[in-house]
């Protein structure tokens, strides 16, 4: 398998997800503004949508679109427990808090990170982004250490991936003290810290 990614990007989430599962892959690094590969190659020839992430399987089929990637990996060894079986109420819990993540915390930061967007407007999804993280807070309070419960799955890599850009658009996350704590949790873990040295985020 291939991950075509960008630094920090939200492909650092299936990143984290392959090395968790002891996947065999490669990485191909994406410049997401020129929308070019490492060695000059058009990436809208790898991905019309023209943004990370992209897994290539084996077969050569690519599939696009984080949250699919992550549960297809994830599926692929159920043993690792990273999503539970398809038809349960836990699987439910999950796609939910997945599908809430992509739409209303996801979405939301790239008005933020857009350098055309005015001022106002950026203010204007911040505070979307806090009362969304306020909501994410509260799923806490019952002192679970990860998002859905007692056990790291595809959310929590994805949560991660999503609180670590506060820091780069202004935002402390020390608001949100369970979410500061998870993010702690989970940068703590081999796996998680292996793609961020992958990656160039944090020194070799």
Same mark, same amino acid.
């Given at each position: 398998m291939k991950l075509?990614?960008? %630094?920090?990007?939200?492909?650092l989430a299936p990143h984290i997800v392959l090395r968790e599962l002891g996947a065999e892959f490669t990485l191909e690094k994406v410049d997401t503004r020129a929308h070019?590969?490492?060695?000059? *190659?058009?990436?809208?020839?790898?991905?019309p949508k023209g943004y990370v992430p992209v897994l290539e399987l084996d077969d050569g089929d690519r599939l696009t679109e984080g949250v699919v990637i992550q549960q297809y990996l994830a599926d692929g060894k159920p043993d690792a427990g990273l999503a539970p079986p398809r038809g349960t109420k836990e699987r439910r819990k999950l796609e939910e808090w997945l599908v809430f993540l992509t739409t209303e915390v996801?979405?939301?930061?790239? %008005?933020?990170f857009n350098p055309a967007s005015a001022d106002d407007v950026k203010a204007a999804f911040k505070e979307k982004i806090g009362e969304r993280l306020n909501l994410v807070e509260n799923?806490?309070?019952? *002192?679970? %250490?990860?998002l859905t419960g007692d056990t790291f799955t595809v959310a929590d890599a994805y949560l991660f991936t999503l609180t670590n850009w506060t820091k780069f658009v *202004?935002?402390?996350l020390g608001r949100w003290p369970s979410l500061q704590n998870h993010a702690a949790r989970v940068a703590g873990r081999p796996a998680v810290q292996a793609a961020l040295k992958a990656e160039g985020l944090l020194a070799a």
């Open positions: 075509y990614y960008s %630094p920090g990007a939200c492909s070019k590969l490492a060695d000059g *190659g058009d990436f809208y020839a790898v991905n996801h979405k939301s930061f790239s %008005p933020v799923a806490f309070t019952d *002192g679970r %250490p990860f *202004g935002m402390d």
